[in-house]
């Protein structure tokens, strides 16, 4: 079993429209970062939360520690907003310090 | 941008081969940390640095070794190279080390694709 999950795996809407991904993880954090990758395959940071909730722009991020969960929202989506979306969580993990990561979703909205 | 550099963006070779990746850190970044993607696998930690010093080890296999030079750039070996080293390999380097348990934010490099035939 993955220490991250990620859903839902792809994700297609159309432009305008509210998305959310979620995040649901299994071990003890310290951190949880979201990230965005791009096509063509570079990788960046959007959020890192310990708690509460972040915004940037038209993106929203969400960590609930006692769930052990978070969602990170797209208001007013664009096709820019196309890309893979993954999840982090920094903790010690299978006995090291580390980032682990959720397989990501697929985005991909439509104009 | 995120300040991360990596050299090369893309490498083809061949089966039982070696390789040197390279990466520079932001300016002031003392960790850098190495990471995998394959289709299969998705992202893993492979191994971070910290000022010169491995600091914490994850999925590398014996083949591949890295290091951390004085200039704070950091390399990655890969060794008798088989067909399912093929991936992304990316750097990613953060402020701290981490030992205390806190989590500095890490940036991520724009990667190297490694083919291997």
């Known amino acids: 079993k993955n220490e991250v999950e990620q859903s839902p795996q792809n994700l297609t809407a159309q432009e305008g429209e509210f998305i959310t991904i979620n995040c649901s993880y299994s071990?003890?954090?310290?951190?949880l970062h979201w990230l965005q990758q791009h096509p063509g395959g570079g990788i960046v940071s959007l959020f890192m939360l310990s708690s509460g909730k972040k915004k940037h722009g038209r993106l929203i991020a969400t960590i609930n520690i006692q769930e052990k969960h978070s969602s990170l929202h797209i208001t007013a989506s664009h096709p820019r907003d196309s890309a893979v979306y993954i999840c982090?969580?920094?903790?010690?993990?299978?006995?090291?310090?580390?980032?682990?990561f959720g397989q990501g979703t697929r985005l991909t909205i439509n104009p | 941008d995120s300040g991360v550099t990596q050299t090369p963006k893309h490498l083809i070779t061949a089966t039982g081969q070696r390789v040197t990746l390279r990466c520079s850190p932001r300016?002031?970044?003392?960790?850098v940390y190495w990471y995998q993607q394959s289709l299969d696998q998705g992202l893993q930690f492979l191994i971070q640095y910290y000022n010169g010093e491995e600091r914490a080890k994850g999925n590398i296999l014996e083949r591949f070794s890295a290091q951390q030079f004085p200039d704070l750039h950091s390399e990655l070996n890969l060794s008798s190279l088989e067909l399912g080293d093929s991936a992304l390999y990316f750097c990613?380097?953060?402020?701290?080390?981490?030992?205390?348990?806190?989590?500095?934010?890490?940036?991520f490099g724009p990667g190297t694709r490694l083919t291997v035939l």
């Open positions: 071990v003890g954090i310290s951190a």
């Open positions: 990613a380097s953060s402020r701290t080390s981490g030992r205390d348990y806190s989590y500095n934010e890490q940036f």
């Open positions: 300016s002031g970044d003392l960790s």
């Open positions: 982090a969580v920094y903790g010690i993990i299978q006995g090291a310090q580390k980032l682990v």
